[in-house]
Every structure is written in C-alpha cells, then in structure tokens.
C-alpha cells in the first residue's frame, strides 16, 4: 500500500509497526505485530492475555538479552525507539519476555548476561573480560557469596563496559545489570545482606522446612540422598538444614505438600 500508508501507523518519530516475540510468564504466547506506540499494558494484556495464573506483574525484558527491563510504572508507557531508550532499554531484535512476581531478577540478569558473555567477539577488551567479571560477580551474588561491594563494582563495571566496547553488542551488554540495578535494587541487597533470594529462585539460598502438615509418613526421609531428614513414623519429621543438598527431591515426593523452602 505505499509508505504513506505505512506512515499512518505508529508514531510521529517512529513509523510503522513492530513484531515482538511475546513470551514467559503470559497466556499467550507468540508473535504479534503492532503500531509503533503501543502501550506495554496492551501488548500484556490485551494480546497476551494476562500473566499466567494471575500472578502479580514485575517486568518485562525487551529488546532481547542485551535490553533492559521495563518495569510496572511503565506498563502505560507507548513502545517506540525514543521513549525506550530514555530508560535505558532498547527495542533491539524485540523480545519481550514478561516475568511475574515469583522471578529472581538477579538471577535473571546473571541468565541473560551468561547469554551475552558467550556472544562476545574477543576483539575488544572491555567486552570481552567486562562481561566475563559481570557474570562471575552476578553469579557469586546468586551462590549467596556476594557482598555490598560487590553491588559497587557492578554498577561501575557495567558503566565501564557501556562507554568502552567497540561495537552495539559490548554497549547493550550491561543493560540487564544496570535496569535490575535501578528498578529492583532491594533483591540485590536481600541477596548480599540477608543472603536471601525473595523470589526463592537462588538454590543456595534457599532452606528447605517441614511444616505441621507432615503426617510422619516417611517417605521424604527415604528419598533424601543426604540422609539429613529424621523423624518417627506418624511423626513429625525435621530437616537438618547443615547437610541439606537443596537438591528438592522431599518436596517432589511429600505427598502432603508439607515441605517447604524460603
């Protein structure tokens, strides 16, 4: 129909339409094409149908691994390549990955950025040992290791590789670590202060208990590869936190639903 008629879509300063990847924590999933300016509240849920199960909404990550995360404040926010990128977000290859409330955001900056330290060139260092030391403190922070300065070098790293990579890759690359950083500080501080993951997705960080549920029958302390579950038949039984593995199997088998972790 012509580029007028293109025109007529989208915004002033961004024409047309855009495809999305619509995926994660959504009802419907798939590939939508839409006008430029699109809020995300009617990407999520007007065509996505909603988050699953009617969690509450966290985030979105657009633009792919090497975007940035968009957050509730923005879900009335009109999707264009101006507005996107004033919060440090790119429309880029335009996934769009929405997260609900039970997901790590440290955890997910580690995922992403694991992504792109493997997409690394080499050519230039700043990318190429920016995102390996990016990954390494990400992940020390998720193993429960982390500390407060360790939130610093983050931030400074992040902003060192920004400036100093060579091409779009090495200066998008940071962008997971340093929107997680600003929207969802508080996460990071739990994982360094209280050695907690408030999302309960970090394993190491995770303890496993049994409730008043348990009806003593046994089987959890069977499966346990540790053998750090005790108790008597028809008993209550205990978890010894110290040799726990995490490896989940109790709350696999618990026929109860009397195992939980936190």
């Given amino acids: 129909n012509g580029s007028d008629w293109y025109r007529g879509f989208g915004t002033e300063g961004s024409p047309g339409t855009k495809a999305f990847a619509l995926t994660g924590s959504v009802n419907n999933t798939g590939l939508i094409e839409v006008p430029m300016g699109t809020t995300l509240r009617e990407i999520v849920?007007?065509?996505?149908?909603?988050?699953?199960?009617?969690?509450?909404?966290?985030a979105v990550q657009i633009g792919g691994p090497s975007?940035?995360?968009?957050?509730?404040?923005h879900l009335d926010l009109p999707l264009d390549f101006d507005s996107v990128k004033k919060l440090n977000a790119i429309m880029g290859s335009g996934g769009l990955v929405?997260?609900?409330e039970n997901s790590c955001m440290v955890d997910v900056a580690?995922?992403?950025?694991?992504?792109?330290?493997?997409?690394?060139?080499?050519?230039?260092?700043?990318c190429r040992i920016g995102t390996t030391r990016l990954l390494e403190i990400l992940t020390k922070i998720t193993e429960g290791n982390g500390t407060l300065q360790d939130l610093d070098d983050l931030e400074n790293l992040a902003e060192t590789i920004q400036t100093a990579s060579l091409c779009g890759l090495g200066k998008a690359a940071p962008n997971p670590v340093l929107s997680t950083l600003q929207y969802f500080k508080d996460e990071y501080i739990a994982h360094v202060v209280d050695k907690k993951c408030p999302a309960g997705?970090?394993?190491?960080?995770?303890?496993?208990?049994i409730t008043d549920d348990c009806k003593g029958c046994t089987k959890c302390s069977r499966v346990c590869p540790a053998g750090c579950i005790t108790g008597s038949v028809k008993e209550q039984h205990t978890?010894?936190?110290?040799?726990?593995?995490?490896?989940?199997?109790?709350?696999?088998?618990?026929?109860?639903?009397?195992i939980i972790k936190k």
């Fill in 45 to 58: 849920y007007d065509i996505g149908g909603g988050v699953k199960d009617n969690v509450p909404f966290k």
């Fill in 67 to 73: 975007g940035g995360c968009l957050v509730e404040k």
């Fill in 98 to 100: 929405v997260m609900d």
């Fill in 110 to 126: 580690r995922f992403f950025m694991s992504f792109t330290q493997r997409e690394s060139c080499g050519k230039c260092t700043p």
């Fill in 201 to 209: 997705k970090c394993q190491n960080l995770l303890s496993y208990f």
């Fill in 239 to 258: 978890i010894d936190t110290s040799k726990c593995l995490k490896c989940g199997a109790c709350i696999d088998n618990c026929t109860f639903n009397a």
